[in-house]
C-alpha cells in the first residue's frame, strides 16, 4: 500500500515540478532532458555520453543528440577520452552553471513559497527527512 500511495504523490508532484519547469522555460533554456543532463554533470562531473545515458535512463543515442545540441549552444565542453579515442566526455561549462543557478532559484524560490503556505514546520522538518529517502528510492529503480 505505500508503494501505490507513494507512486501517486510523488508522480502528481512530479508533474507539478514538471509543469513549473516548462512556465520557467525562457525560449533558449534547456529542455527537461537537456536539464537533467546539466544537472547530473554539475552533481556527478566530467562523463561519457554512455555514463550519462545510463545515469538517466534513456538511450545513448538520445543523449548523444541533447550533448550536440547543448554544445552548439555553448552550455557544455566535449571532449576526447585520452584512453579510449572513442568515447566522448562531456563537461558543464562556466555559462550552463550560472543558467542552472537562475533557474533552480526562481523554481526553489516557487516551491519554498507553497511549502511556507501549505506545510506546518513540523511537516517540512519531514520533507527535508523525506528527500533523501526519495532520492536513494530513485537510485535503485
Known amino acids: ?3 501505490a500511495e ?3 504523490a510523488v508522480g502528481r508532484l512530479s508533474r507539478q515540478l514538471r509543469r513549473l519547469y516548462a512556465e520557467a522555460r525562457g525560449s ?3 529542455t527537461f532532458l537537456e536539464l537533467a543532463i546539466l544537472q ?5 562531473g566530467a562523463s561519457a555520453v554512455s555514463e550519462l545515458a545510463r545515469g538517466e535512463r534513456v538511450t545513448t543515442q538520445a543523449v548523444s543528440a ?7 549552444r555553448g552550455l557544455v565542453d566535449t571532449s576526447t577520452d585520452p584512453g579510449d579515442r572513442r568515447r566522448t566526455v562531456v563537461t558543464v561549462n562556466a555559462r550552463a552553471r550560472s543558467l542552472l543557478t ?6 526553489t ?3 519554498e513559497a507553497v511549502l511556507a503556505a501549505t506545510c ?3 511537516e517540512r522538518r519531514l520533507l527535508a527527512q523525506a528527500a533523501a529517502v526519495l532520492d536513494r528510492v530513485a537510485d535503485a529503480l
Open 66 to 72: 541533447v550533448v550536440a545540441g547543448l554544445h552548439r
Open 109 to 111: 524560490e516557487r516551491l
Open 1 to 3: 500500500m505505500v508503494a
Open 6 to 8: 507513494l507512486r501517486l
Open 102 to 107: 537562475q533557474r533552480e532559484q526562481r523554481i
Open 40 to 44: 547530473r554533470l554539475e552533481r556527478v
Open 120 to 122: 506546518s514546520p513540523a
Open 28 to 30: 533558449d533554456e534547456p
